[in-house]
């Protein structure tokens, strides 16, 4: 999942998934006298005593590793130093490959030794089309054909071994993509409407839908190549 913009953020309800994790970033401040034991459960958000955090940033998406850390990705592009960082439950550590700077990209994960794909967002030159993949600690090219798309969003498909991607092309319909490490590239259904964003389901092991046509939040599944209404 990605980490929005602020306007995403008010419009969509899926989006508000990402910030949840990210509150990680800023917890770093000591424990007080009055906190229950680190480790133990509170049903309460607590801060976590840390070396050292992330520069503080906007338009970053967090992402699962193969490793089983989190991937900080991107964030603000007027800050030199917002750049790619990892968090292993306990400490922050700055990572050591790093991709172009970007804003907004979108991120999902893959299971196995598989990692990361990172897709788009906006650079220091405007839209990035580019699509990478994260193996043996090295960003790798995945040569995505659709060029830049606005508003990205990426899902990880059990069902189908599959990467799935939706974006706005320039003229404002959202195109569906799929990806899978043998057959690359494929195009999808076009999704016309206002807003529309992709979210993994893990536990169906799917992918959903959700499509802004006011005044109602359409929800919508993968069915084979199409989506259905749910």
Excluded: K
């Amino acid at each position: 999942m990605t980490c929005p913009s602020r306007a995403a953020l008010a419009s969509s309800l899926p989006a508000l998934l990402t910030f949840v994790p990210f509150a990680l970033a800023e917890l770093s401040a000591p424990l007080t006298a009055q906190s229950p034991p680190f480790g133990a459960p509170s049903g309460q958000w607590r801060l976590v005593p840390v070396a050292q955090t992330p520069p503080p940033r906007t338009g970053f998406a967090l992402v699962a590793t193969s490793s089983g850390e989190l991937l900080l990705v991107g964030g603000d592009l007027n800050t030199p130093n917002a750049t790619e960082w990892l968090w292993d439950g306990v400490e922050w550590r700055p990572a050591p490959a790093l991709l172009p700077r970007r804003i907004d990209p979108a991120v999902t994960a893959r299971p196995g030794t598989t990692g990361p794909i990172v897709y788009g967002g906006v650079g220091l030159n405007g839209p990035l089309g580019d699509a990478q993949i994260l193996l043996g600690g090295t960003w790798v090219p995945l040569n995505f054909p659709g060029g830049a798309l606005a508003e990205p969003s990426l899902a990880y498909d059990r069902n189908h071994d599959r990467t799935v991607l939706l974006g706005r092309d320039l003229t404002g319909a959202f195109q569906t993509w799929f990806y899978s490490p043998i057959a690359g590239w494929s195009r999808g259904p076009d999704v016309i409407a206002p807003r529309a964003r992709l979210v993994g389901d893990a536990v169906r092991g799917d992918v959903t839908l959700f499509v802004q046509r006011a005044p109602v939040l359409e929800v919508q599944r993968l069915d084979g190549q199409q989506w259905v209404s749910i």
